[in-house]
């Protein structure tokens, strides 16, 4: 009986002390700061939201990872005063607003989210639209491009948004900028943006729309002629 | 004995048709959502556009083709 107690209470020892290993080793990289991945709100306004997870990942090249330090957002072509901006200067010079849009892809999901981010009308008027600027062509990191009539992006509140569901948006989902391209079809949602250039040119044709999809993208039309 | 073979072959035919609306329906299908590994299989032939455009036309043929089958699957079977 002795014997059998004094090899509980040796189990328990040796377990103790590895207890209390672990918690030092633990203890030691706790010094380190993990980044966990931004929380997210699903509700806004009483209504509920679509997850940030809850995307199909269908970009033309795969999630892009932009460096942040190199960043710079061109605002080109046919404006008075062409500009080239950080990430900071475009989140921290423009009035913020946010909205719950829902995406809709061609290929049938749909999503809703809260998003967040500034107007795309003002960061045009900084730049002076010269008048013969008919389009704007919005042109992302892996080469994706997608193009509007102005008048769309000038009388409409579109959003250009770096925040959805409250919380930065991740390289998956278009970090450092996505167009809330409200009331078009989803591949004109572009993302990981890195240029605005203005042009005349009113027959250009983005990514898709050189492959057939239609070029206003407009939601309540069919994306290709039947 | 002539009307029964005919009858085969109506059946036949109409299983295989159907068998390749399906075929078409998974492939173009698999061509709308993983269109970067679909586009390069087919050496560019089945792109993202072409798949949608097929794959929503299908659903007649297939809702035809199926019911004739259903049909004659009951005739031989009553």
Same mark, same amino acid.
């Given at each position: 009986m002795r014997k059998k107690i004094s090899g509980v209470t040796l189990m328990f020892a040796v377990s103790s002390a590895i207890l209390i290993a672990a918690g030092c080793v $633990? =203890?030691?990289s706790m010094d380190e700061t993990n980044e966990l991945r931004p929380a997210e709100v699903r509700e806004y306004e009483g209504e509920k939201l679509s997850s940030i997870s809850d995307f199909r990942e269908n970009s033309i090249k795969g999630p892009q990872h932009v460096d942040i330090e190199s960043y710079r957002l061109k605002i080109a072509g046919l404006v008075a005063s062409p500009a080239d901006y950080t990430y900071d200067e475009v989140i921290n010079s423009y009035q913020n607003y946010k909205k719950r849009v829902t995406l809709d892809c061609v290929e049938g999901w749909s999503v809703t989210i809260l998003w967040e981010g500034l107007l795309v009308r003002d960061l045009l008027a900084e730049t002076n639209p010269l008048p013969d600027a008919k389009v704007v062509i919005f042109h992302a990191y892996d080469g994706y491009t997608t193009s509007f009539p102005i008048e769309y992006l000038m009388d409409n509140d579109i959003i250009m948004a770096y925040k959805m569901n409250g919380a930065a948006l991740v390289p998956e989902r278009g970090f450092p900028f996505q167009?809330? $391209?409200?009331?078009? #079809? =989803?591949?004109? #949602?572009?993302k990981w943006i890195t240029e605005v250039e203005l042009s005349d040119d009113v027959e250009y044709k983005g990514y #898709?729309?050189?492959r057939g999809y239609s070029n206003s993208g407009d939601l309540d039309k069919d994306f290709f002629e039947r | 004995m002539k009307n029964v073979l005919k009858r085969h072959q109506a059946r036949q035919a109409v299983v295989w048709l159907l068998v390749a609306v399906i075929?078409?329906?998974l492939? /173009?299908?698999?061509g709308m959502t993983e269109y970067r590994i679909v586009e390069p299989l087919t050496f560019g032939?089945? /792109?993202k556009l072409l798949a949608f455009k097929i794959h929503t036309i299908l659903w007649m043929p297939f809702l035809v083709l199926l019911i004739l089958h259903i049909y004659q699957r009951t005739r031989t079977v009553g």
């Open positions: $633990a =203890g030691d167009l809330v $391209a409200e009331s078009k #079809w =989803g591949y004109k #949602w572009i #898709w729309e050189r | 075929v078409v329906y492939i /173009t299908g698999f032939l089945l /792109t």
